[in-house]
């Protein structure tokens, strides 16, 4: 942070091209993200996936796996992002009546962090719900998709302040 109280924009160098941060120098540290997502829908879309009514089969578990995959290939997607070893990828749902939340927990021992990897995860679930439901009702939404907590690393921990 400078002293005037603005971010520095770290992939981009001084001439303004994009670039992937060097973190050859920074510490090897335990870092943790948590990313969650909502799926908005019908009422009777989230009974055909509580139910196991899904044509396309168990929309849960199905988006479970495309979540553990996608973090595990953020680097391939994302460009200026570190391919990581991930020690722990941890995904779960919840069903309301109109909405599915979705929430993954990514952790790491490297020298960069998680955000990207929890992020990353969530949106591959959402879609994946989306994807497997979409006969039942194509007008659901995919909202909020956001980071929720963050820890390790120089700048330490972080959470989204409660009803923000």
């Not at 060097?22 to 996936?49: F, M």
């Not at 992002?81 to 790491?108: D, K, N, Q, W, Y």
């Not at 021992?109 to 879609?127: D, N």
């Amino acid at each position: 942070m400078s002293d005037e109280g603005e971010q520095r924009l770290t992939h981009f160098d001084g001439s303004g091209r994009a670039r992937m941060v060097d973190v050859g120098e920074k510490p090897v540290t335990h870092r943790v993200a948590v990313a969650s997502g909502l799926v908005r829908a019908q009422s009777g879309t989230i009974a055909a996936i509580r139910e196991g009514r899904a044509a396309k089969g168990d929309v849960l578990a199905v988006a479970q796996v495309a979540a553990v995959m996608a973090a595990k290939k953020t680097s391939d997607i994302i460009p200026m992002c570190h391919p990581l070893i991930l020690s722990r990828i941890e995904v779960s749902f919840e069903l309301g009546e109109e909405t599915v939340g979705i929430t993954a927990r990514v952790e790491t021992r490297g020298q960069t962090g998680v955000e990207m990897e929890a992020l990353t995860a969530v949106a591959a679930a959402a879609l994946t719900v989306y994807d497997m439901t979409k006969a039942i009702d194509r007008g659901m939404t995919i909202e909020a998709i956001r980071l929720d907590e963050k820890a390790g690393g120089a700048s330490g921990e972080w959470r989204r302040e409660a009803g923000s």
